[in-house]
């Protein structure tokens, strides 16, 4: 049995660990962390777990963590995980980071972006990308997953396979995303206020949003070389769920035929991934609460473009599911364990 | 394993039906019916399901399903399930009915409230109103089940101990519910339009509405003599969840200590029914996704009035969740079985 | 042209003022006071205001307020109004309190619901109840004016004519209400975020809601006498609107005929509230963003209980709409100035 | 007084139509056309308008209506208003079609994408495209006027001055668009539901959609060139509004202030296109209800692509107040007139 602590559990993000790893087999929550409620039942914070979780909120003491569990989720502000982290804890256990500290391999890029000083740069070379599909291999040997941001999760696998067999030209992707608003988190803000969102839709942190250069990281991979984008996201009035529609200039003349095999020949086999069927539209409905990703393109011969797009539910696949795949990597087990879960509809 | 087949497999119940069946360890499903979608693959009609259900819709034969597997849901309009079902196929295969066919005692009752005439009154005797934790017992040895209504289902459960138990006047029961718009069925009405319920709400159904019966019906047998109550229910801008605010003379001064004991004395090894700590209200987001039903009251003593309050999953514990409880009871397995998803929040 | 200052302008309440004093033909407003925003321009607050108002917002002020203009609406949390209100500012100018001050005649009771203290106790007496409706005469003539809550706005229309003409008793009285998330006001607190109101529905302050015994004291006026009553507000996904669904035993059999003709007798002339059709329930959705109250009611011959239901826009009718129609009768002019809007839909 | 005859008045355009010329000063309703609802009173139709409007639903009889009326909307299904018109009747009265007829100047072109054929063809040429900031001058002298689609209208106002003024490369523009449901009509169809849109988001018509030419073709004007586009609309769960976020390279390196000057240019004299502040992205909700477009843009020194956004009310700007905006200019009246709504928040 993996023993599991979580730093910062009360935010959305981690509640939805704890509801994931409740239904996990071989995993057991040991320390729910939360600076704000500690001494509270969890129970109280989220009453959905009355008579399910019965314990209390801990202090986020991560050395005090790292002597009693086998890997720590932190589900925690930019920042934190990079401030608390060092050798002595990395060698008593595993640690996945849900926020970008070891995301992006550049320091400058990241300090750049996220206004902060990066507190443990030394760790950024040996920290995962765990974007599973991707990186599986090395996910399976780390002591550190950076866990993937959930618009870069999103948009990187609707990309990645076109743009890898070089179908795409590299200097035209613009990505506009949609995402439920549980995505900006459970601060008590003005902006996230019910009468703000409802009934309305706006962009945001267009042109500078830090999702940005992970994902040109990540995209420039698969390129083989540096590459820039435009990336613009939405919010919109749902809880749940992150839909992005992807633009680039396809080199030749492509038929559907041989971007469909392109799609194939990198997710056939993957689980998590489904190119739907042709003409289909990802809807987030038809991912939500599970770990899936629902990806498909269109053609438009007129100018020579692809389409892409992109379904998942940004609580799940784009944070802590993805989280708990990653652990079941690292740990051998079965990367399906414990995110079974069939999309919920309506 | 059992086998399953279901009649209705593409209306909202059915669907969730088959998600909550995916995750059962002892059934399979081996028949989607549904007439509106013949040879169509199930998951063309419900997209979450692609990858995951490669099956066709088939026809309502009852007579053909009741050789093939070992239990049948119905989950279609009133009066359909009536006009099916037989000795022969009652001999074969248990029927687990999500209509009101088989809820009523009396068939003149249900006459009225229906408008149509019941096509095989010879079985309502036979047939256990399946609200697992009052009639667990009897749902046993049941060959025919009623599946309760969810607005019963969820009035019920809220009221019956302290109305058992003597603590409130049965002449004073009063129930407004409120229900999220699956309730409504996937039919494609005006009413049901999302920018008719969107930002709005309505009573409907005032007076009239055909869960009245079988709501006096249950709460008769608790107050040990026929009841009339008023009830109206309420449409909400959510897809998922009852909320029913249920009001009461007490027929003395009572504390909240005396009603907590009698509630708990009821609940208390129930685990799909949870007494919530004091002064917390019931919120349907609490138990979305899941098989709880949530209740709680509050005496107010200016009125020496009682406000007993539940909330569920309309789709769930309201209709597929306890048809699956129902199903796990009369085949004498795990009664949990299946039904151990965490409620998802947000 | 009415001089107008508004002390509490950024709140939604006040927002609301300003959309519809932006209409009105007599009145300019001259003072939006938001101690919260002080110097920044209102547009940036609002963005909808952006080319239409270009003033900037002023401090809370009272009293040089009272010099410069014809009527204050103090759109303020409790207390504020009673704390800042004096005999020199009532000398200069007329006072319309959208907050709880002034509405309770009884200090006890106001400082045992509301928890605070009263500041200005020796105005009670003058102060108005502006329910225009019922209060016409003595709001003409007032220089001080509370204006209604929101809910007791809409329960004491649905209710008033029956109770005042003896059809119902008085004891038996039960308010089931239903708001939309507007009236928990622009405070930025975790229970109003997007993703704990949306897909969710929840009692709360249940027998404790301070409208309580205002609804009850302006109910007694009718019955003549104390009344108790139970009332318990809900929280709806929604931005706006109101939907009261209230209960109460018929002293005797009594025809529809017979209570539509007492409901007449009081609306018929009356604009704002609307007496629909038979069997036609109030809806929120068909009076938003409009003054308009629709009522109506249906007798349910079984428990020879009768069910009042009403709906309207909180902001309008309930807060701001109801205050501009005060001010329109304290100054003498057109009672619907200003509040001729067509409701929204959808 | 401006005699108006509306055929299809009980869609949402129709009803929104409805809603504007009752506040309209100088323009009086005298026809109400519902083929589906003939000799049904409008407010049953619209209970919003109970005791507003007191007429009943008239068949769709434009003959009969030439003779009555100064000028026809039709709000009506593609179709249907090539259908009808013929020479007579534009010599008696003026016609503004909201649907789609006579919007696009190649026949061809309107029978590909809408898979029709036109049966007025001899009348496109006459037809004025009524976008009134660009087209006013023609608007004011036409006999029959094409009222733009909603997405059409919002996207040339936010695109139009820069490729106009040669600011961006004409080939690489991208338009990503997000609607409310309102504007997939009024039509029960299964899509629609308040259960497949709720807590939901999809593209839909990739590459296909009907406004694709238009907007084209529209665009071309300015660009002075044909030219080819991506256009992708998804729908949003939400009642009204229309979001653009559109994509294009800029010539060369050009500063935020010389592309604001070229907005202002040609917007700072339009009372209803409202160029916002720096860095404030237009959002949807600051524009309901009344006929704003709100634009802005943001320069992505980066990648040196601009994104252009724009935000209005599909049903006033988008349909009905646009209209209503053509209407006054063909009659001589202030242009403004019936369209002062301001903005509704919440």
Redesign the interface.
């Given at each position: 049995m993996i023993r599991v602590g979580i730093i910062g559990a009360t935010g959305?993000a981690g509640?939805e660990l704890?509801?994931l790893l409740?239904?996990h087999r071989e995993a057991k929550i040991c320390w729910y962390g939360s600076r704000s409620y500690i001494d509270k039942k969890y129970y109280e914070v989220?009453?959905?777990?009355?008579?399910?979780v019965d314990e209390t909120c801990m202090d986020d003491n991560m050395e005090a963590l790292a002597d009693q569990v086998d890997v720590i989720f932190t589900a925690t502000p930019q920042g934190l995980c990079a401030s608390l982290i060092n050798e002595e804890i990395l060698s008593k256990t595993k640690v996945i980071d849900l926020s970008a500290d070891f995301r992006i391999k550049e320091v400058k890029t990241y300090e750049e972006w996220y206004k902060i000083e990066h507190k443990a740069p030394q760790f950024i070379d040996e920290a995962v990308y765990g974007l599973c599909e991707i990186n599986r291999e090395q996910v399976k040997k780390a002591r550190l997953v950076a866990n993937p941001g959930c618009y870069p999760t999103c948009s990187t696998l609707a990309i990645y396979p076109v743009l890898k067999e070089g179908l795409i030209d590299p200097d035209t992707i613009?990505i506009?995303a949609?995402s439920?608003?549980?995505g900006a988190g459970?601060g008590?803000?003005?902006d996230?206020?019910?009468?703000?969102?409802?009934?309305?839709?706006?962009?945001?942190g267009?042109?500078t949003h830090r999702h940005t250069p992970e994902i040109e990281e990540q995209l420039g991979y698969a390129a083989g070389r540096k590459i820039?984008?435009?990336f613009?996201p939405?919010l919109?009035?749902?809880?749940?769920?992150i839909?992005i529609?992807a633009?680039a200039a396809l080199k030749k003349e492509t038929t559907y035929e041989e971007v469909k095999a392109v799609y194939d020949q990198y997710y056939a086999k993957e689980k998590f991934v489904?190119v739907?069927?042709r003409d289909?539209?990802?809807?987030?409905?038809?991912?939500?609460?599970?770990n899936y990703v629902?990806v498909n393109f269109?053609?438009?011969p007129?100018?020579n473009?692809i389409?892409m797009?992109g379904?998942m539910d940004n609580l799940v696949k784009g944070a802590a599911g993805q989280a708990v795949q990653n652990m079941n990597l690292m740990f051998g087990i079965e990367e399906s364990e414990g995110l079974?879960?069939?999309?919920?509809?309506?």
């Open positions: 959305y509640g704890v509801r409740l239904g989220y009453q959905n777990m009355f008579q399910i613009i506009d949609k439920g608003t549980s459970r008590a803000k003005l996230n206020l019910f009468c703000e969102v409802n009934e309305n839709i706006k962009a945001y267009v042109g820039r984008l435009n613009t939405h919109i009035p749902m809880n749940r769920g839909l529609t633009y489904r739907l069927d289909v539209a990802p809807q987030t409905k038809w991912v939500e609460g599970s629902d269109k053609i438009d007129r100018t473009r389409i797009m379904a079974c879960q069939v999309p919920m509809f309506p």
